[in-house]
């Protein structure tokens, strides 16, 4: 706790970190937080994944900064999905919990905007939104940026991923010029320095990990296998280690639902997840999973996207991403809060030479395992 302490938080904060369970700062926790909490509000930007603890190295000075005696909105947080947004509001509100009456609300697309029209109603310190249907709140006249003083663009990369560069820029240009604005990213693309130069003013640059390198409690492992013969080989992964929790990424669709069928049809704990389920068919897996009533999530990355489960041990890859990039995104699902994981790609005899340039291109060493027998 006490070096919580040396990083300037206050002490409802710590009592609120010590109720929570967090006794020692991530990295970039302790990077962050003494720059996101100088009297002078500086702008940032954070290299960093999910996983990392970013949530909590802009939340707690986000929710020491915010004045809870002022109803007005001050703090708005844009998030690539609804879980992440989701996930990012429940922990803002621990994080408040017992030093300040804040009210923190998250919009998202695919859900009722007429709900969240009157949830706005109320007075609203802090908001959580995809950019998407921010903007259409905006447009609607739901919600008043004019007094946000903190910007968090979270998981920017991702963002951009999904075409949200111009609700970004549009919804931006709502809110006041002297803003903080602090981004957060995996990686770092041009488009990433570009949105930094274009709304940033001199920000602190912070790195937990260097550009694109993957964390080192990850084992990252391949078998050689024919496609046919994926499925089998997982079963036996499976068969062997009944303790196995992770989550296995498919490229599309029409493959997670047949893999997780095959599994299922089997008696393995295995279930989709991907666009096709609708939102609660999404959030009844989500739920199956966190309740530790199955084994494998099978997903697309577009649909895992945001999943926040602390404790997987495995990641698997039934085919490698088409970009190599998301290989990070992906592995980054296993070994979080400094637990040990293990990332297993699933490879065909051809495929073996992008395992070499994964070597290169994200900086790690790949072990080959056997199929056990
Ligand atoms: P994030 O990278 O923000 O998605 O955080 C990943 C997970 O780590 C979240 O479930 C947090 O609750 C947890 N976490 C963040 N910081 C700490 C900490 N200092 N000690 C223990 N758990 C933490």
Redesign the pocket.
């Given at each position: 706790m006490s070096d919580?302490k040396q990083l300037g938080l206050s002490d409802s904060t710590l009592k609120v970190?010590e109720q929570?369970?967090?006794?020692?700062?991530?990295p970039i926790?302790e990077q962050a937080i003494p720059v996101l909490l100088k009297d002078e509000a500086t702008d940032l930007v954070g290299l960093?994944?999910?996983?990392?603890?970013?949530?909590?190295?802009f939340g707690l000075p986000l929710v020491e900064r915010v004045d809870d005696n002022d109803p007005s909105l001050q703090a708005l947080i844009m998030a690539p999905t609804r879980e992440l947004g989701q996930?990012?509001a429940q922990?803002l509100v621990a994080f408040s919990k017992g030093q300040k009456k804040l009210n923190v609300e998250v919009v998202y697309g695919g859900a009722s905007i007429m709900d969240q029209i009157r949830a706005l109603k109320r007075p609203t310190q802090i908001v959580v939104a995809t950019p998407g249907r921010l903007l259409d709140l905006i447009k609607r006249r739901a919600i008043k940026l004019s007094n946000v003083k903190y910007v968090v663009l979270d998981e920017a990369d991702e963002m951009l991923n999904m075409g949200f560069k111009e609700d970004i820029d549009e919804i931006l240009s709502h809110t006041m010029e002297d803003r903080v604005t602090w981004l957060f990213s995996a990686t770092m693309p041009r488009e990433i320095k570009n949105i930094a130069k274009k709304y940033m003013n001199n920000p602190v640059e912070i790195a937990v990990n260097k550009e694109s390198e993957v964390n080192t409690d990850i084992s990252h492992q391949y078998v050689i296998t024919k496609t046919s013969n994926k499925v089998p080989a997982v079963r036996r992964f499976l068969d062997i280690q009944p303790e196995m929790r992770g989550i296995m990424f498919c490229r599309t669709k029409r493959e997670t639902q047949e893999i997780a069928d095959d599994l299922g049809n089997l008696g393995y704990g295995v279930e989709a997840l991907h666009g096709d389920l609708s939102q609660s068919q999404r959030d009844a897996v989500m739920r199956r999973f966190k309740q530790r009533s199955m084994q494998l999530l099978v997903a697309t990355d577009v649909a895992a996207r945001g999943i926040?489960v602390?404790d997987l041990t495995h990641v698997m890859h039934h085919k490698l991403p088409d970009q190599l990039e998301s290989y990070t995104h992906r592995s980054g699902r296993t070994a979080?809060?400094?637990r040990k994981g293990i990332s297993l790609a699933f490879i065909n005899p051809r495929e073996v030479r992008q395992i070499t340039m994964l070597e290169r291109r994200v900086k790690v060493k790949f072990e080959q395992v056997q199929v056990p027998n």
């Open positions: 919580f970190l929570i369970g967090f006794e020692k700062p991530t926790q960093a994944q999910t996983g990392t603890g970013k949530t909590a190295a996930q990012t922990q926040d602390n979080r809060a400094g």
